[in-house]
């Protein structure tokens, strides 16, 4: 994996449960995005389905969502012709859902090369029990053509029944209240019937079809729907919440490492884009460069100030743009003090990507904080780079 190249600087640990770390001090962000939701863990009925609330969804007629379970059970009847399976799989855009995708992968790694299309990345809101809403990427597949609908058929039989056809015990029933949540957590348009969970094995397939023709718009496994209270990491600068398997850098040699200029310490990298992605456009090499340059840069800043405070960048590399860096402080620092940050850091070199956004979290100390002094969690500005 890529980024093993920063073990001899940094220790990677997975961001279990991160949510509370910003949020417990006071910080302030610039273009800060309050964010919602309506959700509740009651739901109101809508036609057969039990709908958490926030979530719309539209119904189809019983004629329309007979035909289409008829259609879904005929795939699994022992007797399903290619053209039938071409129907519902090859008929146009299918998303193959990030869960689904991930198994599908591990027990046919040769799946990604035989489709038509590379597998997408998708930024999908999620929502954690207090209601806040969130963003993640997530990386998915796509079907396109009649030739992508038997590749990909194959390799979910393969994982249903070791390759066998499984032609009894499938059960294709509504979505449950839990189900909803995840699948509106994960796409861009309004649920629409018909759309069903074909429990089959140890999996929970779910099959959005569409009412006019039966193509599937999207496929996923929601045998663990636990899978959609991801670990939250709340960011200061933009107050949202970003979500996935995000990892987070800590210096190995903590207990030992000093600041720069006696004053400055890098006390974490966090990534908000997903590790493959970042693999894809940038090497671990680039970025600890740019987060020794910007460290070298807030030092000379900071050096001639006294104070304690946390700074906190979210840092934004682009494929042609230029590098930008939103602040937010925990503390009180100087005017001054942040526009010597910002003349210091403004002519650092960007990293630029190879085609790809990517997202970064750093985290700095100022000084050496006293935990005595009351002053210390009240934040008084924000700057942006």
């Not at 997530?138 to 249903?160: I, N, P």
């Not at 348009?189 to 569409?210: A, K, S």
């Not at 899978?227 to 850098?249: E, F, H, N």
């Amino acid at each position: 994996m890529l980024f093993s190249n920063l073990r001899t600087l940094f220790l990677a640990i997975f961001c279990a449960n991160f949510a509370g770390a910003a949020s417990s001090a006071t910080w302030t962000g610039v273009g800060a995005v309050q964010s919602t939701t309506a959700r509740t863990d009651q739901g109101t009925t809508v036609g057969d389905v039990l709908v958490p609330s926030g979530v719309v969804y539209k119904t189809a007629s019983e004629s329309v969502n007979d035909a289409a379970k008829a259609r879904i059970l005929k795939l699994y009847s022992g007797h399903a012709s290619k053209s039938e399976i071409n129907q519902v799989f090859g008929g146009g855009t299918t998303i193959v859902g990030p869960y689904l995708w991930a198994r599908l992968n591990t027990n046919s790694p040769d799946l990604k090369e035989k489709l038509t299309a590379s597998d997408v990345h998708i930024i999908t809101p999620i929502t954690d029990a207090k209601g806040n809403t969130g963003k993640q990427e997530v990386s998915a597949g796509l079907l396109k053509t009649k030739e992508d609908a038997q590749h990909f058929w194959t390799a979910l039989q393969k994982l249903q029944s070791g390759g066998k056809d499984t032609t009894s015990g499938v059960k294709v029933r509504k979505l449950a209240l839990d189900e909803l949540s995840l699948y509106w957590f994960m796409i861009p348009f309004d649920i629409h019937e018909p759309v069903f969970i074909v429990e089959v094995g140890d999996l929970h397939l779910l099959i959005n079809l569409r009412a006019e023709n039966d193509q599937a718009v999207w496929v996923d496994d929601f045998s663990d729907t636990a899978l959609g209270s991801a670990s939250l990491y709340t960011d200061p600068v933009d107050d949202m919440q970003y979500a996935a398997d995000w990892k987070k850098y800590m210096p190995a040699d903590t207990n030992k490492k000093r600041p720069r200029n006696g004053r400055v310490t890098l006390e974490w990298i966090q990534l908000l884009t997903s590790n493959n992605v970042i693999e894809a456009n940038v090497t671990a090499e680039d970025i600890t460069a740019y987060v020794d340059r910007l460290e070298d840069a807030i030092a000379k800043a900071t050096s001639a100030y006294q104070g304690q405070y946390e700074l906190a960048l979210t840092v934004t590399f682009f494929p042609k743009a230029e590098t930008h860096a939103g602040i937010a402080v925990n503390g009180k620092p100087s005017q001054a003090e942040l526009q010597a940050i910002s003349k210091e850091c403004k002519p650092l070199p960007s990293l630029h990507t190879r085609a790809d956004e990517i997202k970064i979290a750093v985290r700095f100390k100022i000084g050496e904080p006293d935990s005595s002094d009351p002053d210390t969690n009240q934040t008084t500005t924000t700057h942006t780079q």
